[in-house]
């Protein structure tokens, strides 16, 4: 009775909110194949043209319009995510490992490591620079202060992500591995870590985005050298150009390339687990 | 548990957590503590000194425009709470609970967190061609024949401020409602069909309650973004919504740290406020 | 240390969580390799008895002892004692072959290649499951992921193997098969296997020594036939699921129950006054008919034919229930009428009875 009715009314609010979702993204789209280099970042579009996207790569005659600042800052920010991702996930697992026992002061130290996803960018970034500045005296740097900033904000999400991971997991296959004569240390390899591999995956990518994207502390806490959101934001109080929704797309297609990686990588994962903890020993 | 081997626990857990936590006090309290610390610090023209005053904590009291902006933050917040919930409940409702398919919603999750995947800036600046006089909306309205003159109000204003960031942030409402929603037990909405009740008492009763700690994540994650907020009112406002966040940019743009801190340390005990009394509501631990 | 020296000895074991006593001062020891069957229904600290031998909890007190060493402060896997999961716990990320190899492969001495798959392969076989090697744990069905479980570990050659409730998860036909397998498998190898279960027609018929444990404590060790005859309680007794039994007084070599009274020349010390006769030695009479012994009436109630005997349940005029076990080598039953009211009677020198007064 009531899935007749409701079912269809939700199911077209569902499209117009999708539309709403991406709307900003579909004109973003559109304009990015602005004629130019006149063409301004509105409509209507006097012409399509792909010459935005070959203003990206530098394949135009030189123009009034300087090139987005974006590769060396292109390299920093995927720098800094991997780095970032390989620390958030080491000290997420670790973490979500110790959660498995009941112990003292647990709830003090969950909601310490939470606390790094609720207090916002502007706040951690400006806490850092101040401390850099002040107390430690040494220079902001991308790899240093927006690094260990970049790690506060996505080791709760790693951590969460492992938790959930965790909680679902079948602790008698250890106990089981033990009472074979496996160490506790070779069941975590052959046994525990092959079977939450897939949450680390996640984890890993989690981490990978937030920082990748990650703009409010690294504006503080980067210093000089800038990262691909500051490059951006650099670029807003300027006159903005149609390339940088060309940027927008391209980026977005990368987005897709990596969502498109740990998807392969996750159906492989679970086979490859399972050969890992085979393979290995035959050889 | 013998003595002995409750310390081998406690030294395996005590190392495994070591490092997390060392990282968190160092890089998360410590600036926090620094903020407080600093907003109590004597500022010249372009420095500060460590000299304790009350100097900056008055100056914005004082101005108008300062707390102005608190006022606004807190407004601002409360209307896209709002929004965000009101328009991302039904969303979520649909992919959680009435999707039977677990892929077919697992499609419809990741088709809501693609645009998420675009750099948040652009985004942000995207919707300079949507809300404009000559932008997408108005055309199409005007196309449409629904207006006349186009709507100039939809950028350069609060509202667009507000829709802007609903937009952006209604998918951190979805997420976790619909997760929830989709731990419910379909079995106890059938029980309650047949036992006669309506839809509205079974969403009143049972459905609601038992989203509530999605409900409650989202807020809370809509919450911490939207008060933090500076880059959305920036571009999208044309310098006239000042939120605090906003205030900060400013004041550290000029090198006047002692009242960014002030306003900092006025945004954490917001915050706090906020979060602290969300977390009343529910125990996410035990969610976990 | 012997190659088969399957003795393990509890000493004083005792273990709680908060408030509440998992096990009181267990003590119990085993000398040679045999079956033993650890009896006790939910609750009463089997399972917790079962890992804190193995290693994967630490008693709060006491000291365990197995080959002569005292292994209480070894972590499990330096004990060399096998341990199989009621839910199985079969790696689910490795085929059957790695299931059972696993241990051979990771341990801490080196095993070669060529060694690992002989003794897998064997242990395979003798479990019955040649031919599902490449399977994985999904693909196959419970009782096989039993054998799984079970070859996993004999393939360590352990001396002595814990079985955690091992045919709870099985369907009654398979349980029956399993348990004469099991025991064909013990005695092949010589090792001792320690089951623990809460059915006590299971822990009767499969162990060459019973240990009945109740609320954290052992309250009767034995062979199954001494337990069935000779319980050394009243709650045993009830356990066994075998007697029916009465309240009542014992004093002076009588006692008076529901039925009258009957002489009680012999009784075991008990917290309470018990008598109690076996269902199968409880006999059916008409009314006014000659009696071997008390008269209890009853009315019947139904019966149940379970094969190779017949169930009758009675009430009686308190509304209690009283059961007679029929066993069809001892003849045809009697056709009885719904309804009916019945005398019930027995031999009492057959009867067990349990007193305060008795000496302990």
């Known amino acids: 009775m009531e899935s007749k009715t409701l079912k269809p009314i939700l199911a077209v609010y569902i499209a117009l909110f999708i539309l709403f979702l991406y709307g900003p993204f579909i004109v973003l789209g559109i304009i990015s194949f602005q004629q130019g280099p006149e063409g301004g970042p509105q409509f209507p579009i006097t012409e399509w043209s792909t010459y935005w996207y070959r203003h990206l790569f530098g394949l135009t005659p030189p123009s009034r319009i300087a090139p987005l600042p974006v590769g060396e800052a292109l390299i920093r920010s995927l720098i800094l995510a991997f780095m970032t991702m390989v620390t958030a996930t080491v000290l997420g697992v670790m973490a979500a490992q110790a959660f498995r026992r009941r112990f003292r002061g647990a709830g003090v130290v969950f909601y310490l490591i939470v606390l790094g996803m609720m207090v916002p960018g502007v706040l951690t970034g400006l806490g850092t620079s101040l401390l850099a500045n002040n107390v430690v005296h040494i220079e902001r740097h991308w790899w240093s202060t927006a690094f260990v900033t970049h790690v506060v904000y996505t080791f709760p999400f790693a951590f969460l992500v492992m938790l959930a991971i965790m909680n679902r997991f079948d602790a008698s296959v250890e106990e089981a591995s033990w009472s074979l004569g496996v160490s506790p240390i070779r069941t975590f390899r052959k046994v525990t870590f092959p079977l939450i591999f897939p949450g680390v995956l996640s984890a890993m990518l989690f981490a990978f985005t937030l920082s990748f994207d990650e703009f409010p502390r690294t504006l503080f806490a980067s210093g000089r050298d800038q990262t691909l959101p500051l490059a951006i934001y650099g670029t807003f109080s300027v006159e903005i150009h149609p390339n940088i929704f060309a940027f927008g797309v391209m980026t977005t297609l990368f987005s897709f390339a990596l969502l498109a990686v740990y998807g392969i990588l996750m159906g492989l994962s679970v086979r490859r687990a399972k050969k890992m903890a085979m393979q290995e020993d035959i050889s | 548990m013998s003595a002995q081997n409750a310390t081998k626990q406690k030294t395996a857990t005590f190392r495994l957590l070591a490092p997390g936590v060392f990282w968190m006090i160092l890089f998360l309290v410590a600036p926090i503590m620094m903020i407080v610390y600093v907003s109590f610090w004597t500022q010249t023209t372009f420095a500060i000194n460590s000299t304790l005053t009350l100097d900056s904590w008055r100056n914005f009291f004082a101005s108008e425009a300062y707390v102005g902006a608190l006022w606004t933050t807190i407004r601002l917040w409360l209307i896209v709470l709002t929004l965000t919930f009101v328009i991302g409940y039904p969303a979520a409702l649909f992919v959680g609970l009435l999707v039977k398919s677990k892929t077919l919603s697992t499609v419809l999750l990741v088709i809501c967190v693609i645009p998420f995947w675009t750099s948040f800036l652009i985004r942000v600046l995207a919707w300079r061609p949507m809300l404009g006089k000559e932008g997408a909306i108005n055309i199409i309205l005007q196309k449409a024949g629904l207006i006349d003159s186009p709507i100039e109000v939809l950028l350069f204003s609060e509202l667009s401020v507000v829709i802007g960031m609903t937009q952006i942030y209604v998918v951190f409402m979805v997420g976790p409602i619909a997760f929830m929603l989709g731990r419910i037990d379909r079995n106890i909405i059938e029980a309650a069909r047949d036992l006669g009740a309506g839809f509205g008492r079974i969403f009143w009763k049972i459905i609601l309650p038992l989203s509530l700690p999605g409900v409650v994540v989202g807020a809370i994650f809509v919450s911490v973004m939207v008060l933090g907020e500076f880059a959305t009112s920036g571009a999208l406002s044309g310098r006239k919504v000042n939120l605090l966040g906003n205030v900060i940019v400013t004041q550290v743009g000029s090198l006047k740290w002692a009242m960014a801190s002030v306003v900092g340390v006025i945004l954490t005990v917001l915050l706090g406020i906020v979060v602290a009394g969300f977390l009343r509501i529910v125990d996410l631990k035990r969610e976990l | ?360």
């Open chain 3, 1 to 360: 240390m012997t190659h088969r020296d399957a003795s393990f000895r509890l000493e004083g074991i005792t273990r709680r969580y908060g408030e509440l006593t998992a096990l009181e001062d267990i003590d119990f020891s085993v000398e040679q390799s045999g079956y033993v069957s650890l009896l006790g229904p939910s609750g009463s600290g089997k399972t917790c008895l079962l890992r804190i031998i193995c290693g994967f909890e630490k008693p709060d007190a006491g000291r365990v002892w197995f080959q002569g060493r005292d292994i209480t402060d070894l972590p499990a896997h330096e004990r060399g004692i096998g341990f199989v999961f009621q839910n199985f716990a079969l790696f689910p990320h490795l085929t059957v072959f790695e299931n059972v190899a696993f241990g051979l492969r990771n341990g801490a001495v080196s095993v070669a290649e060529a060694e690992i798959t002989r003794r897998t392969a064997e242990a395979i076989e003798m479990v019955g499951l040649a031919g599902l090697e490449d399977r994985s744990p999904e693909q196959v069905s419970g009782g096989q992921k039993q054998r799984v479980a079970l070859a996993r570990t004999l393939v360590m050659q352990p001396s002595l193997v814990l079985l955690d409730e091992p045919l709870g998860a099985l369907d009654a036909n398979l349980r029956e098969r399993m348990q004469t397998e099991l025991r064909a498998i013990r005695e092949r190898l010589g090792v001792t296997f320690l089951h623990v279960t809460g059915s006590e027609t299971e822990a009767l018929a499969m162990g060459d020594i019973v240990a009945v444990l109740d609320a954290g404590k052992i309250i009767q060790t034995g062979t199954p036939d001494q337990i069935y005859d000779t319980p050394a309680s009243s709650d045993v007794a009830l356990f066994l699921n075998r007697f029916n039994m009465f309240d009542g007084t014992l004093s002076d070599g009588m006692f008076a129950g529901p039925f009258g009274t009957a002489a009680a020349p012999v009784a075991r010390h008990n917290p309470r006054d018990v008598y109690a006769i076996r269902y199968d030695r409880t006999q059916i009479f008409d009314k006014g008919a000659a009696l071997p012994g008390p008269a209890l009436t009853a009315r019947f109630l139904a019966s149940e034919y379970l094969g190779s005997s017949i169930i009758f349940l009675f009430e009686t005029a308190d509304r209690k229930t009283v059961e007679v076990d029929h066993h069809l080598s001892f003849g045809e039953p009697r056709d009885l009428e719904v309804g009916g009211e019945y005398v019930l009677s027995w031999d009492p020198a057959q009867a067990i009875v349990f007193g305060k007064g008795a000496a302990a």
